[in-house]
């Protein structure tokens, strides 16, 4: 044990007067205070030796020094001999070679897969074949602790099922954000590279967790300035930031860069000038960055450039682009959200219509990033077609932890359940392995490069996320890319332990809240397969009126469809058949109103309002009662959350507590316009159990939130 | 002493590894290292009373219990009794009237000042005449400890100089800021009023820490919006936190808002439907904000509306204002930056064009707040001829605390020397105070109201203002608002000690680099009274051959006035005569080349190349001498900074080392452009002891921040 001095006891004692602020998010390594159990894992953890030399063993041994101590609440040394009772070693040090670790299994770690083993010496056995993968061991293992796990008899094998694990920062160059509800960029542009803000490590770390090894820090909607000198050396120094920590820079690149920064007249794919351009930007940007991972590029949508603007296709714009990173290794990542303003056809059918025909036409080296549903990060959406249409592709996942439809920073939404709903879809393709999960981890069709993004929740606001909840979303997220089966329960139990401790009604409480969140925003947002309701631009509240933007497709009327007969998007063959796009087996049961799943009825059926539901309640009653019940369940969320005042300390309690109102104002804002509005066609009462509306639909439908967040403001 | 299980000491020890990030301000109550003065302070502090109740005294309680725990290592226990070492109590408690205090002296303290005594029985008594004063009476009593002071035989009286000590936020309700270099605003009007930042209280008790009693937390360009029912909603919630620290809640008041909200066809001051209109909306306001200040009015300059636009005057459109106000007891700030563009006159004589002539026009409850300099800012200004030119007019100081102008948040440059500067010129009026202090505090005239404005440097960067130094410049003005006459030395000395502790090592060397800091900016920017060479918009870098923009004042070139002859703008008789403004001893000393003082020169006078300075160089010499000099003094402190290396804290040592590196890049970039730039007209050689610059002039020409924080990009 160290000795301290009563002053610096002291010292350290009042800086903790101070509320917590979250700023610690799952890494906090709260002391393990069941003391029986402490004193098992000290007696079973003495010392630890990670022998190595390099920036990664540093990150490691710190790590554990760290995590340990502070759960453990003594000193557990860093020994010198491989003796110690933990031992972190790359898997060609002779402890590995000696022991029963076959070659296979080791070999089957790759490069970033990791084995924790007992061995018979009564040591903890910790190896990797890279310092990367031993890294992320002792996450795993430090985790282990956090959650009271047993350490006895160790025996785990961890590999990655998806190669790159990565979040999207739709954040812009002046360090706004679109969609970013926890403050702004935390990304300094101006002060680099001179100048590192301690975050970026602290960014890095909390990534590396998880498992997360990729980063986009910019906006898909790009600024090519970022593929400019001045710029490039800021890049060069943030991924000398993250390397240590496994996390790969990639870039988003604007499609007109070469006409903007490059002087060229063109930006035609199919030009050799063209083509040029990029192969010696690409060099370039490797000279900054050697292990510089690609691009990420949004073309083509709303209001991108692209190769359409030339006449080509997408498998065009991608290649040219691949080609030039081939060499270095590099990737092109082309998203698949490729909506045209001017193309008549259902949003929901217009990805597959241009991507299903280039099946088999994109280089190795490109992946095709597609939205979890076909319209846009709804509360509720069926999985998007595309990911049973194309099996010669590399598919990737592109989900939002940033909650733009979902409550953005001021309602507490778990999203792991969001998540696994689409990740355990059956596509219906032709497959033991016929799950989404299956398609994004390559187990559907062995396609060469695996990748899950997510556009990410993280901005300058203390806690990171803004509702300190939205970490869950970051941890659920992460965890999933390494392991797509990981239960949404399981998780939770994790993070619960990991962020609030142990204490089982503490426990319970907040596992039971976050497990219901997403069916309460749900209900009282878009129940029943409603979606894109929300307001314009800004999509903060509820604007279901909303029928005089410029295309129809901007209009929440396009959408619900609200007649006096009743309400919901035809999507069945006698509608826009997107539900066409789907394999066989899953069209079948999307097309029947017997079968359709009702969480999905009005996303694929146009019903009648006294449509009889499985409930017993016509469809109307059915609606009204949703929406209220996402209320009630937003006041028993309240009332639990009270249940642990005290229990939580006074900071994160009181941020939680006044989010909870926040967003029972809301749910019942949410729920009464939406009523109010939708009865202007159905004409009925609202069935018992109904609160009355606050205000008038006139009231609802002229609030203004000229600066809600998210978007440039347009006041 | 308090009962600390060892978990609780080792959990809390760990929270500390993490490097210090600068957030506790000047508030860090480290310990008193030095054992004897610990123990002589303990042993005179057994023990604290603080009979009273409500918010203010709560706070008073615990600033007491934190402070001098933190600081003396031991548990100060809160007695009950009077008899306690320390009493604090409002004057009129008994030990007050039965001790020889006399009632003159309390009727001196006012609203807001204290008197600390040491009394017959070993008792150290704090008194006040309120709440409010006994909280700035606390945080004096703990800066004696902080800055190491005896508090034996104590007999402090303290009383503000000047009523109203003001921050002005430059932020937009979208969280962007103008001239903001620490982040984005801290002011989350999305999530207010249910969502209450714990910022919010800690910024509030960091002013009160320094006496600063009033804020606008919104720009002077302002956005009638927050004129509205749901801004007023979030404005009573702030004001509500901020009560029990003494923090007045005023707002900017754009003078079209009865236009632009109120539905009226004008915004004439002297339509009676506007006035009323006014009247109205200042009642609305007092029933969210019962103790509502007022409005700060930035009218008629840089676009915004006015009372010009109507063929009125600024005492028309202030009086209406101060009319509305009166019944309340608001108040009306008007600020005299008031240059326009169509006038073609030296912008350096506007504002009294303008205001001189309404002298003793303007309501009781009107202030005029004047900046430091007629021009904007710059790094060295003589002070503004209003300040001695209105004699029965309420006049009132604006000084910028963020660094538009003074490197922005890259840049070390302590303030105080410049605030002192003005504070301390003479104005040359036929009075025994003649200072611009004694203007502003009221002696000079006894003018009925004072106020001393600060345009904030805080953002939401997690020190506060960016750069860690940026903290001792809202330091100074804070103090200095409180009492204009206490020394630039003192200050720093203060802040050094509250913020770093009082190592002699570490406290004389952090002071030279701070006490120096201003001058090597100054040097390295625009020497000997050059000004006003800033790039175009966000002021970052030099710009001095900038010629190209609309109006003649917008450019450099307007400013420096360099040909073949010489430099400088010539403000004598002979060229604007804007040194015709000053009273007649000040305008004589500033007119002639021999008593204006050098650091004046070139602000005042257009001279030759060849000219002789007091150092026996010729001007240009002396000019490119000055700019090596602040080059080398900023690698002095980057030298000086290093020996500091384990006496700071990694986290703010190594903070302030990157910053220090970018400052001298900046600055050598300064001299450098600037130089090439002058010696185009000079067509002279540089002096021995210049460096080589390491661009050319047209690299330095081309290059483009489009980015660059503190306005509105623009790309």
Chains 1, 2 share one sequence.
Not at 167 to 172: I, Q, S, V
Request: proline share 5%; aromatic share 12%; glycine share 8%.
């Amino acid at each position: 044990m160290k000795k301290i001095g009563l002053a610096v006891l002291f010292f350290l004692m009042m800086g903790q007067l101070l509320a917590d602020d979250g700023h610690q998010l799952w890494l906090r390594y709260d002391p393990v205070e069941e003391e029986a159990l402490r004193a098992d894992y000290i007696s079973q953890i003495q010392n630890f030796n990670v022998p190595g030399e390099g920036a990664t063993f540093d990150l490691i041994r710190e790590e554990l020094g760290l995590g340990l101590e502070k759960m453990l609440l003594s000193e557990i040394a860093e020994s010198q001999t491989e003796e110690a009772s933990l031992l972190v070693v790359l898997s060609d040090h002779t402890r590995v070679s000696r022991s029963d670790i076959s070659k296979e299994t080791l070999s089957s770690l790759g490069e970033e897969g990791y084995l924790i083993r007992s061995n018979e010496q009564n040591q903890i056995l910790l190896t990797a074949n890279t310092p990367l993968g031993l890294y992320y061991g002792t996450f795993h293992f430090l985790r282990r602790l956090q959650t009271r796990q047993s350490i006895n008899d160790l025996d785990i094998v961890s590999v990655p099922k998806v190669e790159t694990r990565m979040l999207n920062h739709w954040d812009n160059l002046d360090r706004t954000s679109e969609r970013g509800y926890a403050g702004f960029a935390i990304w300094d542009w101006h002060r680099l590279p001179d100048y590192l803000d301690p975050i970026y490590a602290e960014y890095a770390r909390a990534n590396a967790s998880l498992g997360i090894n990729a980063t986009v820090p910019i906006n898909v909607n790009s600024n090519a300035l970022i593929l400019t000198p001045m710029y490039l050396e800021k890049v060069k120094a943030l991924a000398d930031v993250f390397r240590p920590y496994g996390i790969k820079m990639y870039l988003t690149a604007r499609f007109s860069a070469p006409v903007q920064i490059g002087g060229l007249k063109t930006a035609d794919p199919l030009d050799p000038a063209v083509a040029n351009w990029w192969k010696e930007k690409v060099d370039e940007i490797y000279e900054y960055v050697p292990d510089f991972g690609g691009f990420l590029v949004k073309a083509n949508s709303e209001g991108q450039p692209g190769p359409h603007d030339y006449g080509r296709n997408h498998a065009d714009g991608a290649n040219m682009m691949a080609k030039a990173l081939a060499p270095h290794g590099g990737k092109v990542i082309w998203r698949a959200f490729v909506y045209s303003e001017e193309n008549p056809e259902d949003r929901h059918k217009q990805a597959n219509d241009q991507f299903v025909p280039l099946d088999g036409q994109f280089e190795d080296n490109v992946l095709i990033q597609v939205k979890n549903g076909a319209i846009d990060f709804q509360p509720r959406e069926p999985f998007h077609p595309l990911f049973g249409a194309m099996n010669k592709t590399n598919l990737a996942m592109e989900f939002q932890i940033t909650q733009e439809y979902l409550g953005q920073a001021t309602q507490l939404v778990f999203m792991g359940p969001y998540y696994k709903e689409c990740l355990d879809s059956d596509t219906g393709i032709k497959n033991k392995n016929s799950l989404v999960s299956d398609v994004i981890d390559g187990s559907a069709y062995q396609q060469k490069h695996t990748l899950m993004a997510g556009v990410a929740n993280i901005g300058t606001d203390r806690n990171w996320t803004g509702h300190l909840f939205g970490q869950s979303n970051w941890y659920a997220f992460g965890r999933l890319a390494w392991d797509p089966d990981i239960s949404a329960q399981q998780i939770a139990d994790e993070w619960v332990k990991m962020t609030f401790g142990a204490d089982k009604k503490v426990e319970e409480t907040i596992k039971s809240i976050m497990m219901e969140s997403r069916e309460a925003a749900v209900n009282y947002m878009t129940p029943l397969g409603l979606h894109h309701l929300m307001a314009t631009g800004h999509h903060y509240g509820p604007g279901p009126w909303v029928s005089n933007l410029g295309r129809p497709e901007w209009n929440p009327v396009y959408y619900h469809r609200a007649d006096k007969e009743g309400i919901g998007f035809d999507r069945t063959e006698s509608g826009s058949n997107a539900i066409g796009q789907y394999n066989k087996s899953v069209a079948k049961r999307f097309s029947s109103l017997k079968t359709c799943p009702e969480k999905y009825l009005l996303w694929f059926h146009h019903v009648s309002w006294d449509y009889q539901m499985q409930s017993g309640n016509i469809l109307w009653d059915e609606l009204a009662l949703r929406y209220q019940q996402g209320v009630n369940q937003v006041r028993d969320f309240k009332s639990q959350w009270a249940t642990l005042e005290g229990k939580v300390d006074d900071g994160r309690f009181e941020h939680v507590r006044m989010l909870l109102n926040i967003q029972e104002k809301e749910a019942i804002w949410w729920k009464d316009s939406s009523l109010l509005y939708f009865q202007t066609f159905s004409e009925r009462a609202f069935p018992d159990g109904i609160e009355k509306p606050k205000g008038t639909l006139d009231y609802y439908k002229n609030l203004r939130f000229p600066l809600a967040p998210g978007i440039r403001p347009q006041w």
